[in-house]
């Protein structure tokens, strides 16, 4: 080996460039997937930010109807618990019960005890079939929305007939009850629902909440309507149910995968298959290996100077030196008729060495067997040794 400069070495491993320019598509496309989510979660949160509160006044928060049912002398209070909404049940008391998907079974079996007996309104806005049925005994939920959200009074409650056309829509609802007032509606099914109680109170089913949002009141008859419904007493009490809010039973306590919403669990299940398909996409493809011809031709020099740097590098003399001496064995056992099986095996080699020489055994034992050199001179005298060695027994 030569102390000349070292020259830029070829590997096969992908550089980091290669590795970018593989990988950048797939790192644009989760980029700009994260960033839609990040808005669109902020969009949301933004539009929705205090729906159906009286304390709000976003677009679809409800201040204006708590405004002006104060200016009527009608009182708004706002509770977040179940208990709270129990006790302020009451005949000169009108609760609204804001998202009743949100109770447990049990809560919604005792708030249905608490206000069925209390000669006061509750209203449900857009109960679903899940709670409906244990709110408002005899009312179901029909699984197909309204067609539309602008709809006609089309019943005989003196409420729905002095505000005219409203923006109620939403679910549908049926019943059984005989006395039950069914208004406004759609494909020959209510989206709003008066069931009058034992107690000489009632309870009004709403199929959406639009006619409470701030943006939509000033629409149609949606103030006359809300007004009429929320303001027949004195008291209002405005239920929004939280998730803090205890269950009413130990029974009734959910699991983990319970209290995460359904919505998560699809988008899960949707992460996981793309992420199959994307390892499918990008894995090696099954059936037997194709071999594949080479871009380039390297030539032998260039591979031999190459691993000779590796080996310099790492001061691997040793491997070196046994490298040569094993591929000069193999090139000088056919030269005096060893076997090239036994070109290794010093007891095979130097005396057919010696025999057609007529030289030193243990000079050739040393040269072939011997040691591993001590420094790179040491190295090179082995190799002109070898190439000296071989050059006689040819001439020979």
């Not at 005219?164 to 020959?188: E, Q």
């Not at 709003?192 to 949002?213: E, F, H, K, N, Q």
């Not at 591929?327 to 057609?356: D, F, I, N, Y």
């Not at 040691?371 to 005298?381: E, K, N, R, S, W």
């Amino acid at each position: 080996m030569t102390a000349e400069a070292a020259a830029p070495t070829t590997s096969t491993a992908p550089t980091a460039r290669a590795v970018w320019t593989r990988t950048r598509g797939i790192v644009l496309a989760a980029v700009l997937l994260l960033a839609a989510a990040v808005v669109m979660a902020a969009i949301r949160s933004s539009e929705r930010h205090g729906a159906l509160d009286p304390r709000s006044a976003d677009p679809y928060g409800s201040h204006a109807v708590a405004q002006l049912l104060a200016d009527r002398g009608v009182t708004t209070r706002v509770v977040t618990t179940l208990r709270a909404a129990r006790a302020a049940a009451g005949p000169d008391t009108t609760l609204l019960v804001a998202v009743p998907d949100r109770l447990t079974d049990s809560q919604q079996t005792e708030l249905r005890r608490a206000t069925s007996a209390s000669g006061g309104r509750t209203v449900l806005v857009a109960a679903s079939g899940w709670s409906v049925g244990r709110l408002a005994p005899g009312v179901s939920a029909d699984p197909a929305d309204s067609l539309g959200t602008t709809l006609a009074p089309g019943c005989a409650l003196p409420e729905a007939r002095r505000a005219g056309d409203a923006d109620t829509g939403g679910i549908r609802y049926t019943t059984t009850r005989l006395d039950a007032d069914s208004c406004y509606p759609s494909a020959r099914l209510a989206t709003l629902l008066r069931v009058p109680a034992a107690s000489g109170g009632d309870t009004v089913v709403l199929g959406a909440p639009d006619i409470l949002y701030n943006d939509r009141l000033d629409q149609r008859g949606n103030a006359s309507l809300a007004l009429q419904l929320l303001g027949s007493r004195p008291h209002l009490v405005w239920y929004l149910p939280s998730l803090s809010d205890a269950p009413a039973a130990d029974g009734d306590r959910k699991s983990f995968l319970g209290l995460i919403p359904s919505g998560w669990l699809w988008a899960t299940l949707q992460l996981f298959i793309a992420a199959v398909l994307a390892a499918f996409w990008r894995g090696r493809r099954f059936g037997p290996l194709v071999p594949e011809q080479l871009p380039v031709a390297i030539r032998a020099s260039e591979t031999a100077e190459g691993r000779a740097r590796l080996y310099r590098k790492a001061n691997a003399r040793d491997r070196a030196a046994a490298a040569l001496r094993s591929a000069a064995r193999t090139r000088l056992a056919p030269l005096v008729g060893v076997p090239v099986a036994q070109a290794h095996a010093p007891e095979a080699l130097l005396p057919a060495l010696s025999a057609h020489l007529a030289g030193d055994g243990q000079e050739l034992r040393s040269l072939l067997f011997g040691p591993p050199p001590g420094d790179d001179t040491a190295l090179i005298a082995l190799t002109d040794q070898l190439d000296a060695l071989e050059r006689e027994v040819r001439r020979s």
